[in-house]
Each structure stands twice: as structure tokens, then as C-alpha cells.
């Protein structure tokens, strides 16, 4: 039976770099694979962006409220004639003509309840198993709700471990805006030229916060 595995981590633990190099691994053996990623994360638009530069286009956009299991059927679909369609390459068409290997989603607290109960529903009933990567907590150490649904329904639970201004493991993400970390705000905000984001361990986020939690 395939599964559904959820690795999770601070910001800047290497996430999307993680589902690139998975992406890579399965494609160097000659296996197809899906990337996708929460519409609401407009972060590169359209790519999985690396902190190291690397980046690649997804496959498809999940937007807030569709069904992903039905999403993912219309983009896994095997094209018997592997065609070359613009952009794709050679190679990426030749592995159009095979099942889907692996569904790997970046940025995977942004999805609803709903749309982490499909990607159970793909892994076992479909049978493809699913690489998710997120973080667990919002700035406030509140979990997202797609993270709690993952840490509910998750076969595997894996952490990727960054580290804190002090050096100690990082665990929660700590919002800014200029120089100033701040407490209040939306659950989403996506970082850029305003918003940025820095892994702090629970003694220094405490320390920031005056002992605030939540």
C-alpha cells in the first residue's frame, strides 16, 4: 500500500529542496512524477523555489476549496503517445506515457482539511503515495490546519531540523516586518519584500515575545 508521508520543519529547513532532490531521484530511475502546490503560496507563482536558487515549475496550482483528488487525476493521466507539448522536453514527454510514481506538494499547511483527506485518498485508494512538505506552526505557534489534518492522517512523520540564532534546534517561525518581530496579524503572509521569517528555537522566541505564546 503506498503512503502518505508529512515532512515538516522551521522555515529555512531545506524543505523544498528536499522535495527537489525527491524529484530528481525518482526521475533519474525513469519515474513520473506530479509537483503541486497551494495556489494561495504566490511565492515564485507558478515554481517550488529553493533558498538555494534552484527552482522548478509545478505541474499544477491547487486553489483553496477544489478537490485534489480530482485535480490530480485530470494531470495524471497517461498520454499512450507521449506527445511533445511546448516546454516539456523530449524526456518529459517520453515519461508522460507512464503512470504517476510519486505526488509531491510544497507549501502543504496551506491546504484545507479537505484536500489533506485526498491526498490519503491517493495514496491508498489510488495507490500513489504522496510526499507532503510544510511547516507545522504560523508565526503565533499556531498549528495550520493542513498541518494538523497531516500530523492526524500521515502514515510517516519526518522533521527537518534547522537551527536558531543561538544554535539551538529551531522549531518555531518568528514573523517580521522591517527589523520588527511581531505577534499579531493574518495566519498567512506570505514572506517578500515586506514580511520575512526567522527560525527561533522556543527560548528565544519566548525571549522576543515577552513569554508570549499564541
Do not use: W
Not at 490519503?120 to 493542513?146: K, M
Amino acid at each position: 500500500m503506498a503512503k502518505l508521508y508529512f515532512r515538516y520543519g522551521a522555515m529555512n529547513s531545506g524543505k523544498s529542496t528536499g522535495l527537489l532532490q525527491a524529484a530528481f531521484n525518482y526521475e533519474e530511475r525513469g519515474q513520473r512524477v506530479l509537483l503541486a502546490k497551494p495556489a494561495i503560496d504566490t511565492k515564485g507563482e507558478d515554481e517550488i523555489v529553493s533558498r538555494l536558487g534552484v527552482a522548478r515549475t509545478v505541474d499544477f496550482l491547487i486553489p483553496p476549496g477544489t478537490e485534489l483528488r480530482e485535480l490530480f487525476r485530470q494531470h495524471a493521466e497517461v498520454d499512450p503517445q507521449g506527445t511533445l507539448l511546448e516546454g516539456l522536453g523530449a524526456e518529459g514527454a517520453a515519461l508522460r506515457t507512464k503512470p504517476v510514481s510519486c505526488l509531491l506538494v510544497d507549501e502543504a499547511q496551506f491546504l484545507t482539511e479537505e484536500q489533506v483527506d485526498d491526498l490519503l485518498r491517493i495514496a491508498v485508494l489510488d495507490g500513489v503515495p504522496v510526499l507532503a512538505y510544510g511547516i507545522r506552526t504560523d508565526f503565533r505557534t499556531r498549528a495550520f490546519p493542513g498541518s494538523a489534518r497531516l500530523m492526524d492522517l500521515a502514515h510517516a512523520l519526518e522533521e527537518l531540523k534547522t537551527i536558531c540564532r543561538c544554535g539551538s534546534k529551531a522549531v518555531f517561525n518568528a514573523r517580521r516586518v522591517g527589523q520588527e518581530i511581531i505577534f499579531d496579524g493574518d495566519q498567512v503572509a506570505i514572506d517578500g519584500a515586506d514580511v520575512t521569517y526567522e527560525s527561533l528555537c522556543a527560548a528565544c522566541y519566548l525571549e522576543a515575545s515577552g513569554g508570549r505564546l499564541g
